[in-house]
């Protein structure tokens, strides 16, 4: 018989980090604004790495943690979703849009987005299909936008619109409306083309919305779209989420063709399921965004300084003399968004704090007073 008093014993301490003869190689301390890749792992997901290990698991998909991903993507995304983990951000939007396309397909997307402008061609190289660029002021695409491009529908000569593509939230940090995202699924239904969500960053979305993942996706009639993790949190990783299963076909095989096919799944799943059984993913991306917000009412008050997007997510843009960046990227890394104009991204991340958005606050008030002697 056991003894009731060992029941309500301490459970035994974790075991001791194991060895390593790796060396940290850098400060822990330094953040800059680079970019949200530069983040480390959230602790929490890194706690879910180790739950995950140990022992042997099926591989290629076939575990416990990705089956059970199905059902938690269900929670937030509706019952006919289907979700299929991969690498990276380029890898997911190559992998849904051939899903999405024939051999003669072509997306219409906004001349500054990410599978246009950063995917060194992987699309068009690696996906064999052909974009079709929107100019957009904000990043955003409209009916109207699209509209540029998607014409020639049974002509021989062009390549055939079947897909749009949308940024949530675009690569110029502004957000969609669920009502934008819903009047433009409905004007590509209606010619007969599907609609995918580059949602590398979807969960700063839904904090600036307020609402539900499914309000500006499902809901609003988004066929495929792609959840980011490793922007939010995540060591590597991300998914592929299939909302209308008739639009596509081949997705299993396209991933493995495209070498998306994680052998050990379950360590990107089981971040997925640390990020999204609870609140992590939202509280990760609120605080990103506050970050940002915070970011911006500094440097809105430094004179010179020019904010050129609305913030609505973890991104602020802004115009200031090229000389003047240049001695701060010396102290706090971050990049030209357009070398032209002089324009500028700052990106905050979970880990931002209000300490480092001062820190560089004031280093760029300096700098600017600097400058003007």
């Not at 990783?237 to 909302?243: I, M």
């Not at 081949?250 to 799943?269: E, I, P, W």
């Amino acid at each position: 018989m056991t003894d009731p008093a060992d029941e309500r014993a301490e459970p035994p301490a974790p075991p001791a980090p194991a060895a390593t003869d790796a060396v940290r190689r850098h400060d822990p301390d330094v953040r800059g604004f680079a970019s949200d890749n530069y983040a480390g792992v959230h602790p929490e997901v890194l706690a879910a790495l180790a739950l995950a290990n140990g022992g042997h698991q099926v591989a290629y998909g076939g575990d416990a943690y990705t089956a059970g991903l199905q059902d938690l993507f269900r929670r937030h995304f509706g019952p006919a979703a289907e979700v299929f983990p991969v690498f990276n951000g380029t890898g997911a939007n190559v992998t849904a849009l051939q899903a999405l396309t024939e051999r003669w397909g072509a997306v219409v997307c906004a001349e500054s987005a990410h599978i246009n402008v950063d995917e060194c061609g992987a699309p068009e190289r690696v996906g064999g299909l052909k974009l079709l660029t929107v100019p957009t002021p904000d990043g955003k695409l409209t009916p109207g936008l699209i509209d540029r491009q998607a014409w020639g529908f049974e002509d021989e000569h062009r390549a055939q619109p079947q897909v749009v593509a949308l940024t949530q939230t675009t690569e110029l940090g502004t957000c969609y409306t669920p009502e934008e995202v819903r009047a433009i699924c409905e004007h590509a239904h209606e010619r007969g083309m599907a609609v995918y969500m580059d949602g590398a960053r979807l969960a700063n979305a839904a904090a600036t919305l307020g609402v539900p993942l499914a309000a500006f996706t499902t809901d609003a009639g988004v066929d495929v779209l792609s959840f980011g993790g490793t922007k939010n949190g995540l060591l590597l990783g991300e998914c592929v989420v299939v909302l209308s299963p008739q639009r596509v076909r081949g997705l299993r095989y396209l991933r493995k063709l495209s070498m998306q096919l994680a052998s050990k799944m379950r360590f990107v799943s089981v971040q997925f399921e640390a990020l999204l059984a609870g609140d992590l993913w939202l509280r990760s991306a609120a605080h990103a965004n506050a970050m940002a917000r915070r970011l911006e009412a500094a440097v809105s008050g430094v004179a010179g300084v020019r904010v050129t997007q609305p913030v609505q997510s973890n991104a602020v843009f802004a115009v200031l003399p090229r000389e003047v960046s240049e001695r701060l990227q010396k102290r706090h890394r971050f990049y030209f968004w357009d070398e032209a104009t002089g324009e500028v991204r700052w990106m905050c991340a979970f880990d931002t704090t209000e300490r480092d958005v001062d820190t560089f606050a004031a280093a760029l008030a300096e700098e600017m007073a600097a400058a003007r002697g």
